[in-house]
């Protein structure tokens, strides 16, 4: 089984929905991340968790809001969904007892029409 | 935080080795030199390490500048599972940003 899995794998949505974006990890990392990634562009971050009660933002946190249920879930949330937000969303987990190495789930395609 | 300076695009013959540059002339000093890869429709995911001293894995090899200005991965033999987006990140255990990285083609 996956070690960072991310429900669902793809989503169609309408502008002003609200979609939820959930990651799930079995490897006991404490730290997760959520990234985006537009066409042919390097990943941006979005949000990320050092522990449960830790929130930070990233470098383009409008029109998103995070989540850490517990320290393997870690949800993301487009209140009002735009067009400009279609993009690849990965969640990753790290640890820094291990170097930080990032660990990324497959992806979350989402169309926001 | 380190800004970094890559090729948009390298080719490869496969089987040849490869050396994929990076210019982070605004390292800091505790800043250690990451390397990601993402193949395509996939993740991104982790290559190589290191501080000061060249490092190797089963996957490639890392040379950093004596000034850490620079830094080179090296594939020592490249194949079509290769060819994918190469990332370099200077990283102090905050958070990481990833620039365009560079897209390595591979010539069967």
């Known amino acids: 089984d996956a070690d960072v899995t991310q429900t669902p794998r793809n989503r169609i949505t309408k502008t002003g929905k609200r979609i939820m974006l959930e990651c799930s990890q079995t490897?006991?990392?404490?730290?997760m991340y959520w990234y985006r990634q537009d066409p042919g562009l390097g990943l941006r971050l979005i949000y990320y968790?050092?522990?449960?009660?830790?929130?930070n933002k990233g470098e383009i946190s409008d029109g998103y809001s995070v989540s850490r249920q517990a320290q393997a879930k870690f949800s993301l949330s487009l209140e009002s969904a735009i067009p400009n937000q279609t993009a690849l969303y990965f969640c990753?987990?790290?640890?820094?007892?291990?170097?930080?190495?990032?660990?990324f789930g497959p992806g979350t395609r989402l169309t926001v029409l | 935080d380190a800004k970094t300076t890559q090729p948009n695009s390298m080719e490869s013959n496969e089987e040849e080795p490869v050396h994929l540059p990076c210019n982070h002339s605004?390292?800091?000093?505790?800043?250690?030199i990451h390397w990601y890869r993402q193949l395509p429709s996939q993740g991104p995911e982790y290559v190589i390490h290191?501080?000061?001293s060249n490092v190797n894995n089963r996957m490639a090899s890392l040379a950093i500048a004596e000034d850490r200005k620079s830094s080179t991965l090296i594939l020592h033999r490249a194949t079509l599972r290769d060819a994918a987006v190469y990332y370099c990140?200077?990283?102090?255990?905050?958070?990481?940003?990833f620039g365009s990285g560079t897209k390595l083609n591979v010539k069967p």
């Open positions: 990753a987990t790290s640890s820094p007892v291990a170097t930080d190495t990032q660990y």
């Open positions: 490897k006991g990392h404490d730290r």
């Open positions: 968790s050092f522990d449960v009660k830790d929130i």
């Open positions: 605004t390292i800091s000093g505790t800043d250690y």
């Open positions: 290191g501080l000061t």
């Open positions: 990140i200077p990283y102090n255990f905050n958070k990481f940003y």
